[in-house]
Each structure stands twice: as C-alpha cells, then as structure tokens.
C-alpha cells in the first residue's frame, strides 16, 4: 500500500455518523469514496446515491472486495471487534468509530492482528485533530498555566428511556460511559499523556442494567482529572484544564472550535478559535489516509496504546460499576 497514489475508502454502515463522514471525505485528498456496505442494500443504494459512491456491497463482499484498501467502520460499537476484525485479517486498513471496542482485551486482539497483517488501525477520536485541543495543549506544554493540577470534563445529552434503543441496551453494549464518557476520558488522557495512577468510578444504572450517569477520577501524581457523563441530562459539555497559574476553557471540548486562556485571577490573557466548514472528520480522515499511504500501521496522533490506554480506563470503570455485558459473561 505504501507510496498508493488514491486510497480507495468504503464505509460500513450508512447510518447517521457515516453520512458526516462522507460530506467532510470531499474536503480530503489522496483517497477516493468508492463503496458502502450494509446489511440492508436499499439502505446503501439511498446512501451511494445522494454521495455519488459507485458500489454498494454487503459485509462479507466489502470484506473480500479486492479493490478496496480501507474501511470506516461507522455502526454501534458493539459490532466494532467482529466487522473491525474481519477487516483486518482481509488486508484492509480500517478507521473504526470510537469506541474501537468494548473492552480492552477486544482491542489487544485487533492490535496484534494489525500488526501481523502489516495493516493500519486507527480508532476515530476526532477530538485529538481539533485545532482548538491542540492549542490547548501546546499552551499547556507552554507553561502559560504552570503545573497542571486538576482536569475537569463533562459530557451529558439526555436521552429517553427506551428499552429497545442501543443506549439502552446491554445486549449493544448500552450506557453513558462508552458512548459519552469515553470523551472526558480520552480528553484528559491527551492532556496528561499518562495513564493515571488510581482510578475512582460511580454509577447511577438503569433497570436495563447500563450506567445511565458514571462519575469518573482519575489521579496523576498530584493531578486529578474530574469527569461525568450522563444521558439523563444535557450538560455543559465543557472541559477545563487548570493549572497553578491559570486555566484553560474549552467550550464543547470534544469537538472544539475554541478555546480560551485565563489566569488566576480570571482575566483573560489568549484565545484561539479556529472556524471550520466542515463537521471536522476530515482530520482524522486525511490523517488515515496519509498513514496508508505512508505504509503505516498507526497513527503518531492517535497510536494504539493510546487508544489501549483509554480503554484499559473504561475497563476497569466497568469494573467498579459493576457493568458487564451479556457478551462478556
């Protein structure tokens, strides 16, 4: 794949994710949109014709298909380590949506398989791309706040209780922790660059069993990272990094277009806003397809340890609440 002049991409699984993903692929380069597969193709045929994609394929044929070098896996996370997996071992690079997988043992398994098959492997945390959180964090590594001491983040969109929808649903792998909370995690995870030292978690569960509102710590040395995440309720949705100098907002930190430095007495000294046409996935899309034509495995940006590490975190905050899914037993 090394030095491939066009990376020919296909999306698996037309669903609502995979429609932004499409619109912001026409902003990259060096890739091309050739196929969409789903388990219901007039649902693909819909999709392949409102983003002129020529072919429109199931499962199992995108996975032999021999003139496709990379999938965006796009469906629930519950389906990510099989459809991931098949990828893989077929020789197909693969940027799945967050989270990868649903433990940290899954995605050991993927790991190793892209590194045996010489395939890349990246999980889509489109927040490490945004110019905002970088900013941030080189105003971190700057100094501008002095030593970090406490990392704070929530992430809360109220949801309706239904026992059949996915966030309800332990057979999907439901709850607020992997589909919401995996954000403050990796934001702090970015932040620290380190694993924390101790992990502190609790939970509020639902009567379908899944954790409706998880409380997470985190603790670094002397720095404690503070996060919630929740599906009861709309929250502010803002991460803040603050320091002995100072302290750093980020409103909507998982897809931030701001960010804004403040000292301790809490004027304002810098800010940066970075507008954009796009819904932002063209980050993690360009990256992807610059690492495959490169020949890489990974990516320096978002490497597979990260990813092990943000969910080696989620494992054991799983651990603490008390949630295991039916597949898992």
Same mark, same amino acid.
């Given at each position: 794949?090394?030095?491939?002049?066009?990376?020919?991409?296909?999306?698996?699984?037309?669903?609502?994710?995979?429609?932004k993903?499409?619109?912001?692929?026409?902003?990259?380069?060096?890739?091309? !949109?050739?196929?969409?597969? %789903?388990?219901?193709?007039?649902?693909?045929?819909?999709?392949?014709?409102?983003?002129d994609?020529?072919?429109?394929?199931?499962?199992?044929?995108?996975?032999?298909?021999?003139?496709?070098?990379?999938?965006?896996?796009?469906?629930?996370?519950?389906f990510?380590?099989?459809?991931?997996?098949?990828?893989l071992?077929?020789?197909?690079?693969?940027?799945c949506e967050?989270?990868?997988?649903?433990?940290?043992?899954?995605?050991?398994?993927?790991?190793?398989?892209?590194? %045996?098959?010489q395939?890349?492997?990246?999980?889509?945390?489109?927040?490490?791309?945004?110019?905002? !959180?970088?900013?941030?964090?080189?105003?971190?590594?700057?100094?501008?706040?002095? @030593?970090?001491?406490?990392?704070?983040?929530?992430?809360?969109?109220?949801?309706?209780?239904?026992?059949?929808?996915?966030?309800?649903?332990?057979?999907?792998?439901g709850?607020?922790?992997?589909?919401?909370?995996i954000?403050p995690?990796?934001?702090?995870?970015?932040?620290?660059?380190?694993?924390?030292?101790r992990?502190?978690?609790?939970?509020?569960?639902?009567?379908?069993?899944?954790?409706e509102?998880?409380?997470?710590?985190? *603790?670094?040395?002397?720095?404690?990272?503070?996060?919630?995440?929740?599906?009861?309720?709309?929250?502010?949705?803002?991460?803040?990094?603050?320091?002995?100098?100072?302290?750093?907002?980020?409103?909507?930190?998982?897809?931030?277009?701001?960010?804004?430095?403040?000292?301790?007495?809490?004027m304002e !000294?810098?800010? *940066?806003?970075?507008?954009?046409?796009?819904?932002?996935? @063209?980050?993690?899309?360009?990256?992807?397809?610059?690492?495959?034509?490169?020949?890489?495995?990974?990516?320096?940006?978002?490497?597979?340890?990260?990813?092990?590490?943000?969910?080696?975190?989620?494992?054991?905050?799983?651990?603490?609440?008390?949630?295991?899914?039916?597949m898992?037993?």
């Amino acid at each position: 794949m090394q030095n491939k002049k066009t990376v020919r991409w296909a999306i698996l699984g037309p669903g609502k994710i995979a429609h932004k993903f499409a619109q912001d692929f026409q902003q990259t380069t060096g890739g091309e !949109l050739v196929a969409v597969a %789903s388990r219901d193709k007039e649902r693909a045929a819909r999709f392949a014709s409102q983003y002129d994609i020529k072919q429109v394929l199931s499962y199992d044929e995108l996975y032999v298909h021999p003139d496709i070098d990379a999938v965006y896996v796009a469906t629930p996370h519950a389906f990510h380590f099989e459809q991931t997996k098949a990828c893989l071992q077929h020789g197909k690079g693969v940027l799945c949506e967050k989270p990868v997988t649903i433990n940290d043992t899954q995605l050991r398994e993927l790991i190793a398989i892209a590194q %045996s098959q010489q395939v890349f492997l990246m999980e889509g945390l489109w927040s490490f791309f945004m110019p905002a !959180l970088q900013q941030a964090k080189a105003w971190v590594d700057e100094g501008r706040i002095g @030593d970090v001491k406490m990392i704070t983040a929530d992430f809360g969109y109220r949801m309706a209780f239904d026992p059949e929808n996915r966030i309800y649903n332990a057979h999907l792998a439901g709850g607020a922790l992997l589909d919401l909370g995996i954000y403050p995690i990796a934001f702090s995870t970015y932040v620290m660059n380190a694993k924390p030292d101790r992990i502190a978690a609790n939970a509020i569960m639902s009567e379908t069993h899944i954790d409706e509102t998880t409380a997470i710590s985190l *603790f670094y040395g002397k720095t404690t990272a503070v996060l919630h995440t929740t599906v009861l309720a709309n929250t502010l949705n803002t991460g803040y990094i603050i320091g002995e100098a100072g302290y750093i907002e980020l409103p909507f930190f998982y897809k931030a277009s701001s960010c804004t430095l403040y000292n301790q007495e809490r004027m304002e !000294l810098d800010s *940066f806003e970075a507008s954009r046409p796009t819904y932002g996935y @063209d980050y993690e899309i360009q990256e992807a397809t610059n690492c495959i034509r490169e020949g890489k495995t990974e990516s320096p940006v978002v490497p597979h340890q990260r990813s092990l590490e943000i969910q080696a975190i989620m494992t054991e905050v799983r651990r603490q609440i008390g949630l295991i899914y039916p597949m898992e037993k």
